[in-house]
């Protein structure tokens, strides 16, 4: 048989006497695109840290092409030619894509720096071989999110690379955008590059990837041919259970004979929302369905104050509310958990308690001070509800794994009880697993009376959660369904699809 390109052998990790990663095996072929899975802090980017020098690993052995080798530091990847695309962006985005992709080396040059030309033509050569339509000098701040991830391979491939690692690459890109990403991943596949994709989309797994391994909280599980197992078996290997029932729909009762929670009238902003009217009741879960562009987060976007209106008004709990910005609408009783999540709302360096008691200092006040106890006790409650996988309240929070840490920016807008929610695709990166107990968490809350509103591009997610989906199609609401009427997820795609 041929010799894999990567073998990890027997891999063991720990923190502070924590076991992470427990004899863990891992083998990558040439020309292959191995999909890495497990639920949220299963241990697949510290996984891959260990192979790309990040982290140490406690024990086990590393081949390449069947030679041990000994990766100490990123050094040490770079020479064993592994580049890995972090799940968090690592660009400066004031900076150009030339300047971003020759960074690192730059500085180290001993002999001087790189100059300005010589970094252009380099990068240019680089992206043209890729064939990816951007130019070297453009800021990566003006490009679109789908081209950062494609500086960030071009980055990891102006160095020679064998084994291109991409932790979750797809979870800021548009479904275009993420075409784009696929159609590339199958040229460097023909090249030969082997490929590890980790990714909590189970659908692209199918598509994109050869064969999967699955780790379950720090153990490995297993590996299969994509091509001879099927969904259901993953995901019973990820979550060591059945979860069919998870996405199943309840239908709920609610009143719409109360005046409602909130309402928009006739909101018009720029032309990407078009004179919107909705009312959200007490209890009531509204869906929000729409092709990517269709307006859908302009539109929450615009209602919370983030985009200006051009037209149009907010009632909140029967009073007209002036929102102007984000704090006109956390005034007037809104939140708003945007898409972009991953790239703003927390404080890495702060421990998770602190941020999720940040926008609720005042209510967790005794007198001048904060209240311990009582923050403690909520921190604990909210880590608990959502199943927060952390060592206690106090670790820092860029310790926790990716998906973790997203569910702490929920926790921090649910601990400020507001009286209408926004969420813009809340399960993004999170595992199969915590999307049905944020699915659950959604529910409870509209059982205690609050409205929701619910952007989601995950179908099945969308109907197991809403009593009402409204359509959207270049900017304007152009159909409204109730659940009890959507017969299956076909019949809503079809209905998306029609306009
Ligand atoms: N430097 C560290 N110190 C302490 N604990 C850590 C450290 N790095 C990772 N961990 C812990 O190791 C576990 C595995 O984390 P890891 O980031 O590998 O998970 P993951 O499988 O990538 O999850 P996700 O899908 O959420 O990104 C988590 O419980 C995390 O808190
Ligand atoms: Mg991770």
Known sequence: ??????????????????????????????????????????????????????????????????????????????????????????????????????????????????????????????????????????????????????????????????????????????????????????????????????????????????????????????????????????????????????????????????????????????????????????????????????GRSEMVRSIFGIDPKDSGDIIVDGKKRNIQNATDAVKAGLALIPEDRRMQGLVLDHSVKENIILPILSKVKKGLFLDENKADKMANELVQKLNIKTDDIFKTTKLLSGGNQQKIVLAKWLANDPAVLILDEPTIGVDIGAKTEIIDVVRELADSGKAILVISSELPELLALSDRVIIMHEGRIVKELKRREINSEEELEHAIQGY
């Open 1 to 294: 048989m041929e010799q894999p390109m990567l073998l990890m052998k027997n891999i063991s990790k720990s923190f502070n006497g924590i076991t992470v990663l427990d004899s863990v095996n891992f083998s990558v072929n040439k020309g292959e695109v191995h999909a890495l899975m497990g639920g949220n802090g299963a241990g697949k980017s510290t996984l891959m840290k260990i192979l790309t020098g990040v982290y140490t690993a406690d024990e086990g052995e590393i081949f390449i092409e069947g030679k041990e080798v000994s990766i100490k530091n990123p050094d040490d990847a770079r020479k064993n030619y592994i580049s890995m695309i972090f799940q968090e962006f690592s660009l400066i985005p004031t900076l150009t894509v030339a300047q971003n992709i020759f960074l690192t080396r730059e500085s180290k040059t001993s002999l001087g720096l790189l100059n300005d030309k010589e970094c252009t033509a380099k990068t240019e050569q680089l992206l043209s071989e890729l064939g990816v339509d951007i130019h070297p000098d453009d800021i990566v701040e003006h490009l679109g999110v789908g081209y950062w991830q494609m500086t960030e391979i071009a980055k990891a491939l102006s160095q020679e690379t064998k084994i291109l690692i991409m932790d979750e690459p797809t979870s800021s890109l548009t479904n275009k955008e993420t075409e784009v990403l696929f159609f590339f991943i199958n040229q460097l596949k023909a090249k030969g590059y082997s490929i590890i994709y980790i990714s909590h989309r189970m659908d692209e797994i199918f598509q994109i990837c050869d064969r999967v391994t699955i780790l379950r909280d720090g153990k490995y599980v297993t590996t299969e041919n994509c091509k001879d197992t099927n969904l259901e078996t993953v995901i019973q290997h990820i979550v060591g259970s059945d979860l069919n029932k998870a996405f199943e729909w309840k239908e709920r009762s609610y009143s719409t004979d109360v005046p409602p929670v909130l309402e928009v009238k006739n909101l018009s902003s720029g032309t990407r929302v078009q004179n919107i009217d909705l009312k959200l009741f007490p209890g009531e879960i509204v869906g929000v369905a729409g092709l990517m562009g269709s």
